[in-house]
């Protein structure tokens, strides 16, 4: 081959090969052809074209070129062999040339394996595509921006009941008609969707009526391709059984809120009613002890007895009935449960005393017992769990009263008893109104309205009750409410020790690094307990000192002092002989109650907050100072 031809051949970007028609051997090839086949030009030059090409189509065509059918000109696809075994997809043309009178086939081929392999991944996208579209549950149609059909799948013709050669006209007012045709408010659909194609970014939703009965929802949302809108998606679900369920749904809390209304409706009406006639049997029952003697006297106090009871009854019933219609309404406050466990161990003693029952209130150690509450229906709750503890005791059992944290955002007032207790079975139905459980319901007084009205007031508090229980043993049962964040309390009961005159003169040891606090609690002692002497220390070194040479009769300990956490020095003063036995109150700026129930574990006698709220802490120290027989 002449030097510029052969230039030209290598230049050439495709690959050629030249094979003899006779011999059907290559006779000539570029270096293309080294790159696509992996053979040197030497090493292909005289290779019979049947090693090479290696297509059906390929071996037929050089089998018709042996038997003398020469083919013109030709552009197929054919498939090569590479040196190394693989196979290749190519495109080649074929032609035929005369050469001074002797023939031979040039075959320019082109790589194609890349695009074929990518032409077969698009199909088997597309097919795929085409299968989820035909799996899913809901009808799809897809429109362009004006609304012409795109495409849609079996479901969608399957839920609208035509046919696809009905609906795949692509004729978007026909076909739309067809749809219309079959809804019973086909305007409103006409106008949801002429909306949407008028925003082609929004996405909207709704539901369309069939006249048949069936309702759909539909949902669509904008087709996008590289972020351009170019049509949309429609996909229609079949809803019927849930609009059905639905339906039914609302019907029965409809028909529930009447029948709760109407009973709520009843109750109050008729508790009003019972009201009247029982102040005429209660006024008149009084009037009669009062004039009547004797065996007499006893039978008029009976019947004012049993009418306190109805009205106590009535009261609660229409305290259940105003909660139900969400009619309740709470005064909500910060309120001190030392003085509510006070008064209505006070309401509940003689109904203890008469049955021997002895009472016992756990020592409230702090001022910071306070519950965000109404303080009325806290005491109706209270005494609730105090009159059961009572009444569903043994003659000669116990009642105890104690508060302790709930977490840190709630305190507990428990109250325990020793008596018949509650079966496991039972304990679910407890809080439920009119609910009386066991064999004793008979016998023992009450209506089984007390616990699920406690139950009902404490969840309108934010809060919650609880039980526990084993039967023959006893019960408790607890209230939790939330701590109240503010201090303004309601005014405390007057202090023990304000008429309390000391046997000898009382010391007290307040250890606190803060001098105002020192003087501001200086000044409180001496207007209101000028028999109280006051020492100070500004450290817990100088205190602890202070303490073992003067013996103080209590100790007031600021919980952060410069020289170490009131823990420490408490414990400190605990280990030491002459400090072990002398009540120690914390004082802290922390209310949370969990560091209130640490203190109050550790031993410490009792926990005031800052800033003092000067009443109470009053009450706090001459009641510590009580039980230890010093005032
Ligand atoms: P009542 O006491 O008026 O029946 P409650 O709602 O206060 O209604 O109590 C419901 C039921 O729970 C009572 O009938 C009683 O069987 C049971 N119960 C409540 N407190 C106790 C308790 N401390 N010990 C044993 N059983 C109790």
Redesign the pocket.
Known sequence: MNPLAEHLLNACAETVIAVDPCSLAIVAANRQAESLLGYSVQDLIGRPIADIEVGLQDLFFWDEVKNGNLDEYQSVEGEYRHQSGSLIVVQKTVRLLNIDGSRLYVLSVHDTTAAKQLEDETARTTSLLAATLESTVDGILVTNLAGGIQHFNHRFTELWQLSASQFGTGEEPRALNLLLDKLADPANFREWFDHLLSQAQSEGSTECRLLDGRVFGVASRPQRLRERPIGRVFSFHDITSLKATEAQLIAARDAAQAASRAKSEFLSHMSHELRTPLNAILGFGKVLEEELLGAQQAKAAHIGKAGQHLLDLINEVLDLASIEAGKLRLDMRSVDLVNTIRDCVALVTPLAEARNIALHVKPLLTDRFVVHADARRLKQMTI??L???I???HEGGRVEIAVTASGDTHWRLT?L?T????ADE?SA???E?F????S??AE???????????RKLALLMQGNVG?Q?EIGI??R?WIELPCARSSALEPVKPAVAELAKPNEPVTLLYIEDDTLSQKLLGAVLTRKRPQYKLLTASSGAAGMALARENKPDLILLDQHLPDGIGAEIFKTLRLQAETRAIPVIALSGNAEPSAIQDAIVAGYAGYLTKPLQIDAALAHIDSVLLESGLI
């Open positions: 609730n769990l009159s059961n503890a009444k569903y005791n109250v008893d008596g018949i207790g509650i039972d139905q407890l809080f109104s609910n009386r459980i066991g004793h319901a023992i007084e009450g209506a089984g309205i007390g616990l699920a009205l406690t039980m229980s006893g019960s049962f």
